[in-house]
């Protein structure tokens, strides 16, 4: 459904009019401000009547134009607001309510008349977001954009947990560090989303939404000023690295999201990426399905105690569908290997090789109730798209998981949404591997299920820099842009000290109760089991990962810190399922239940048996009656957690 309400007025104001540059949330709280300035377009945040970003830049630098920003005067501002109620096939919660104040400010040059850009902003309870307009305009056609020079000048120092690339053609995987805001490094690349906490004022997190046609942004840290500046950096194109983006007027930025709150789990709750995207683009939904998948990737492709050899082939693949049946699990994803060619890039996806024989492959999944996605290295799928995607339609697959872009360029992200498009043309649901971070691109093409752009628990295959601690700083970072194919599921856990990589049957940091709990912690509409059938088999951690649901009607934060602790809530439909993580430090919880309805419920509890520390296998399973007003106390094991299923009590 969709409700709509929307006010429009018009207000004629002269160059130095500031506060008819001015919109606020719908609650107040947060307020943005406009203002052409004496050399510069600026912008300014409060929270609660307390600064957050401090005056900051606005504008371009173009080739073969001088720089777009300076000697502005305001013109037009014209203020809105909108109100819409819309549902999704998958979220953290449903239906969204996107719910914002907004602006439409335009400015021209008062010493080259005719030149003309336009901020757009909206403000919600939850955050602030602006995005650059330039209108058709006689004067400037052509569009080539040396740089951004936006700016987010901190009103003051605080900690900061940036996550630092080495270059612009990475896949978003490396370990968040943890640095005050006047430590981070000059020639740090640091991408998004970008979180801060700016003491006894605000948590404060940077993003983008809706990238469209324009690179994708990144942060650095200016070496002028307060030391409390960071900068905009695009993406370069490929074609041309001297520009970040091409194009003709009119021209419009992705938005440049500012989320902000006084905790961060309300960061998390946030939906205002999604709600910055337009509608969907997919009338009928009804064949996009939500779950889990078995995998056999992350194993090694290894099944143990077996008749038949272990490997990419029809009798390994059936074993994995034989599991996801009997844990009802909706999806088998074969992974790569499938498909013949010399290298990954080089597939030929429209066939596959002698030792699976997919039509005998679909047949049996389909007997089963299970559907298969296919993973596609994405030179591929560019190459065959049209071939391709059609003639998996008609084998019946459900998904393609397609890895290795590496970078978000401004043609990259174009070929994004021309895959979802064509991908939704043939009623394929899409998971984005080697990708980069989500922008709410899910609400308009809800067929994009999840994407990567997450050092996950593939990494614990050849290195140990996946552990407990890195799992929760995630979720207070990556998550908030959205959904994350992080895979989790490892049920051969180990100390610390115990722990070394390797590639078939990986080894675990922390428990595996931590494990069980990242199903509800990670959000993912589409979700890896990652081990292989034997890990789980006969285990009792397994009926949590068959019943806990990947898509969400309502999702609330309960306790945490960043970096330290987590504990996150999430309702389907009567059912609430929790997931507490701890970092490397055991904790004692308290867990108020008062989000839940009258009555009584079951609440069925997997947490760290007594000597998990010791043995982190060990897995304490009990049932208890609650109430609203009851509350648990949780013991998280040092890397440790809890998962909670809590379903209304039969009487």
């Known amino acids: 459904m969709r409700i709509l309400k929307l006010s429009l007025g018009l207000f004629l104001v002269a160059a130095t009019a500031w506060p008819q540059a001015r919109v606020a949330s719908p609650d107040g709280r947060i307020v943005f401000e406009l203002t052409p300035g004496a050399e510069q377009l600026q912008y300014r945040v409060t929270f609660r009547g307390r600064p957050v970003i401090d005056p900051s830049a606005l504008g371009f630098d173009l080739q073969n134009q001088p720089s777009l920003g300076a000697n502005l005067k305001l013109t037009v501002a014209v203020p809105s607001a909108g109100d819409e109620t819309y549902t999704m ?7 969204v ?36 307009l330039i209108p058709e305009q006689t004067t400037l056609r052509e569009i080539r954009i040396i740089r951004e020079k936006t700016q987010f000048a901190f009103a003051k120092d605080g900690d900061t947990w940036p996550l630092v690339l080495a270059s612009y053609r990475t896949p978003y995987e490396a370990n968040y560090e943890h640095v005050p805001l006047g430590g981070i490094v000059p020639n740090w690349l640091i991408a998004l989303p970008f979180l801060t906490e700016l003491p006894g004022t605000a948590f404060v997190a940077i993003t983008e939404a809706q990238i469209e046609n324009y690179p994708g942004m990144y942060l650095s840290h200016s070496t002028a000023g ?180 590496d970078r978000d360029d401004q043609w990259m992200v174009d070929w994004y949404h021309r895959v979802l498009r064509k991908a939704a043309q043939h009623h394929l649901m899409i998971d984005y591997h080697g990708a980069y ?45 959205g959904p994350m194919d992080y895979t989790p599921g490892g049920f051969r856990n180990v100390t610390r000290a115990e722990f070394e990589p390797r590639n078939r049957e990986p080894l675990v940091m922390g428990t595996r109760a931590h494990q069980v709990a990242l199903f509800v912690v990670f959000e993912s509409a589409f979700e890896m089991v990652a081990d292989h059938p034997e890990a789980y088999r006969g285990q009792p951690e397994l009926p949590f990962i068959s019943a806990v649901p990947t898509v969400w009607d309502e999702t609330r934060v309960l306790n945490g810190q960043v970096g330290e602790w987590i504990t996150i809530a999430r309702r389907r439909g009567k059912e609430w399922f929790v997931g507490s993580i701890t970092d490397w430090s055991p904790r004692e919880l308290d867990l108020p239940l008062d989000f839940l309805g009258d009555g009584e419920y079951i609440a069925e509890i997997y947490a760290d048996a007594a000597d998990a520390a010791a043995q982190p296998t060990h897995t304490a399973v009990s049932q208890q009656r609650v109430r609203q007003a009851t509350g648990l106390h949780l013991k998280l094991a040092p890397g440790g957690g809890s998962a909670i299923r809590i379903r209304p009590a039969q009487n």
């Open 437 to 481: 971070k989500p922008d709410g691109t899910r609400r308009t093409w809800p067929n994009l299920m999840t994407r990567e752009g997450v050092m996950g628990l593939e990494y614990l295959k050849w290195s140990a820099r996946v552990t407990p601690a890195h799992n929760v700083i995630l979720a207070y970072t990556r998550m908030l842009a």
């Open 89 to 95: 096939p998958h979220g953290k919660s449903n239906p």
């Open 97 to 132: 309510r996107n719910h914002y104040n907004a602006l439409l400010a335009d400015f021209e040059e008062a010493a080259r008349p005719g030149r003309r850009l336009s901020v757009e902003v909206r403000a919600y309870d939850d955050g602030v977001a602006f995005r650059y």
């Open 226 to 405: 307060s030391g409390r500046v960071l900068e905009a950096k695009l993406a370069p194109r490929a074609d041309e690295p001297d520009l970040a983006a091409t194009g003709t007027t009119p021209l419009r930025t992705p938005w440049r999201v500012l989320m902000i709150a006084d905790q961060p789990g309300r960061l998390i709750e946030s939906n205002i990426v999604i709600n910055l995207n337009p509608p969907s683009e997919i009338a009928d939904t009804s064949w996009i399905k939500p779950g889990k998948a078995a995998w056999d990737w992350w194993s090694g492709t290894y099944a143990k105690d077996v008749s038949f050899k272990p490997g990419m082939n029809t009798e390994t693949m059936k074993h994995y569908i034989d599991f996801a049946a009997e844990a009802r699990l909706e999806y088998m994803l074969i992974d790569a290997g499938w498909a013949p060619g010399a290298k990954e890039a080089m597939h030929d996806i429209t066939r596959t090789i002698p030792a699976v024989d997919m039509p005998e492959l679909l047949r049996y999944a389909a007997a089963k109730g299970v559907k298969i996605w296919l993973w596609a290295h994405w030179t591929s799928v560019d190459r065959q798209m049209d071939e391709a995607f059609p003639l998996f339609e008609k084998w019946g697959v459900a998904g393609v998981k397609i890895d290795f872009m």
